[in-house]
């Protein structure tokens, strides 16, 4: 059901076969910090976002032949010395350069803004994106990831969401624990986590208990 599920979600946002396609760039977009200022379905309500979304990027750009190469550009390089495509729309003056971001991955994120359809952005893709936002504006990506990256040379700083919900999703009490490492901190509590480089997480003072128990609501489901 779950595979079923994903491979609509790919079918509808024009990734073909590629069922992770949808997941992988939402993690990417998460890691490289891109929904800081942007959003992925165009916000209602009176407030002026920071960025354009990107449904309205890919509305605007469909029928541009290098649209890609050209959001790809402007991904890497910013947009400080460009025309602004979006003055009067959104808040921020101009994009900076994003030297986190490998020209493949610019590319690949291009693509994929430019395959979302504005009137059929799925559920799926809405409620991820939400939970990555929230994720990522608590500052719990800056040390977890999503997935474990199986090419990196270096040991990770805390653990992948994706491990952490395969350690717990079947143990008793797994939310209550992870809820109160989230709030409390582990600094008091026994390393369960070798292969990683903090030996303990910090206490999050500044997240609600609402926003804990979403995370972890979340994080146990995949």
């Known amino acids: ?37 942007h959003s992925v379905q165009t916000k209602t309500g009176p407030a002026v976002p920071l960025a354009p979304a990107y449904a309205d990027i890919a509305e605007r750009f469909k029928n541009q032949p290098d ?8 991904i890497l390089k910013g947009t400080v010395d460009t025309p602004q495509d ?3 729309k959104v808040n921020m003056r101009f994009m900076p350069p994003n030297v986190n971001v490998t020209p493949e991955e610019a590319t690949k994120l291009a693509e994929w803004v430019l395959s979302i359809k504005k009137d059929a952005v799925p559920e799926e893709v809405i ?16 040390c977890h990831g999503i997935s474990k990256e199986n090419d990196s040379h270096f040991m990770p700083l805390a653990p992948p969401f994706h491990e952490v ?3 717990y999703k079947e143990a008793e009490n797994a939310k209550a624990t992870l809820l109160d490492s989230i ?10 986590w070798p292969d990683t480089n903090m030996r303990f997480m910090p206490p999050n003072p500044g997240l609600s208990q609402q926003d804990a128990e979403t995370l972890v609501n979340w994080i146990l489901t995949l």
């Not at 990734?15 to 997941?23: F, I, P, S």
């Not at 649209?67 to 402007?74: D, G, T, V």
């Open 67 to 74: 649209a890609a190469a050209y959001l790809a550009q402007r």
């Open 1 to 37: 059901m779950k595979r079923l599920k994903i491979m609509v979600l790919a079918s509808l946002l024009g990734l073909g076969a590629n069922v992770q396609a949808a997941d992988n760039m939402l993690d990417t977009a998460t890691q490289k910090g891109c929904f800081i200022c």
């Open 127 to 142: 409620t991820r994106e939400g939970m990555l936002t929230l994720a990522a504006q608590n500052g719990c990506i800056a």
């Open 183 to 192: 709030m409390h901190g582990t600094v008091d509590k026994e390393k369960k």
């Open 165 to 167: 919900a395969a350690r």
């Open 86 to 88: 979006w003055e009067g």
